[in-house]
């Protein structure tokens, strides 16, 4: 059926808490930021509403509270760098230690060394975040072969099931990227770019295993997560309720921030845990193959940026070796 251990993913984030009580603090922090600072442009908003009459005053409240949910999501957008690079690179970095049997610092301990091993490798955040934007590029186009097969395939109804295939392969495919992240920084290699590129070839080449394994998981977290969204339905409503002026959608909206925070702070570390499992597993003692590099290189503008940055710092670090060494 599936080619991980539950039961191991969920020993792994047992011994790695202190991440997982950052990553909670980390995003359920986060959708408290939305709340208040939506409930306070509500408020605003209410005030305002008191120059007018009731429909004038209920407007102003949903404008307020749409404009406060507006600018927390603009100052995300602005940290979601420094997420990447603090909170989930450095949970995946403690996560190799496991995977390779290494002593695993306890305590806050942890969340230190991992922050080093991840500067040591990714420098600056922007530049993993570039990194990581162009792993989810390459891993889509992989994602579009299995739907291009399926669309030529002379199947009733071929291209109907190649959609809804593809719709379902852009959420599984979700829990992938930060895997070759994994790899990159397992490697202890000087260049993290052509770490990253002979990691998307060996993904490539054994994609069907993955994409089947991070199918379950897409099933496994977004079940999980639904169930999540129902149970926090009633307590997002309350919420909605003590806020000024009513907002019909809010509890909506609000349950479902609640769910993707338990969604990205538990659940995501667990399929990673899961994934991080079957690539390492699956790619043992094999060597990126040429053709699968030919064929990414043919289907994606990403993996040719990849490998040419790849090959650009390969040539600046030899630059560099050879001014050290001594004349």
């Known amino acids: 059926m599936w080619d991980f251990s539950l039961g191991s993913a969920l020993g792994m984030m047992a011994r790695t808490l202190p991440f997982i009580l950052l990553r909670m603090a980390v995003y359920f922090g986060i959708t408290l930021g939305y709340i ?11 005030g305002i509403g008191g120059f007018g009459d009731e429909e004038f005053r209920a407007s102003t409240t949903m ?117 070759i992240l994994a790899y990159a920084i397992r490697t202890n290699s000087t260049n993290a770019w052509m770490s990253v590129k ?62 993707w925070s338990v969604k990205a702070a538990l659940l995501e570390p667990f399929a990673i845990a899961c994934m991080m499992q079957v690539y390492f597993r699956t790619i043992e003692g094999q060597q990126p193959n040429p053709e699968w590099e030919a064929k990414l290189e043919q289907m994606s503008s990403k993996f040719r940026k990849l490998k040419e940055r790849a090959f650009s710092a390969g040539d600046a670090t030899d630059a560099a070796r050879t001014d050290m060494s001594p004349s």
């Open 63 to 179: 404008w307020g509270g749409f404009a406060g949910f507006g600018i927390f999501g603009a100052i995300m957008y602005w940290v979601r760098e420094y997420i990447l690079y603090i909170v989930k690179a450095g949970h995946i970095a403690v996560l190799i230690q496991l995977i390779d049997g290494k002593p695993m610092p306890e305590g806050r301990g942890q969340v230190a060394h991992a922050t080093a091993v991840v500067k040591e490798r990714f420098p600056q955040a922007s530049v993993l975040f570039a990194v990581d934007q162009l792993i989810k590029g390459v891993v889509k186009a992989i994602s579009g072969l299995v739907r291009g097969i399926l669309t030529i395939l002379p199947i009733p109804g071929g291209q109907q099931l190649a959609g809804i295939l593809s719709a379902f392969l852009r959420v599984a495919v979700g829990f992938v990227d930060e895997v």
């Open 198 to 259: 002979e990691a998307l070839v060996l993904y490539g080449q054994n994609y069907k295993v993955m994409l089947k394994n991070a199918a379950w998981l897409a099933i496994i977290v977004y079940g999980l997560g639904f169930l999540v969204f129902l149970v926090m339905l009633a307590p997002a409503a309350l919420v909605v309720y003590l806020m000024p002026g009513a907002w019909a959608a809010g509890g909506v909206v609000f349950a479902l921030l609640f769910a």
């Open 36 to 46: 208040l600072v939506t409930g306070a442009g509500a408020g605003v908003g209410y």
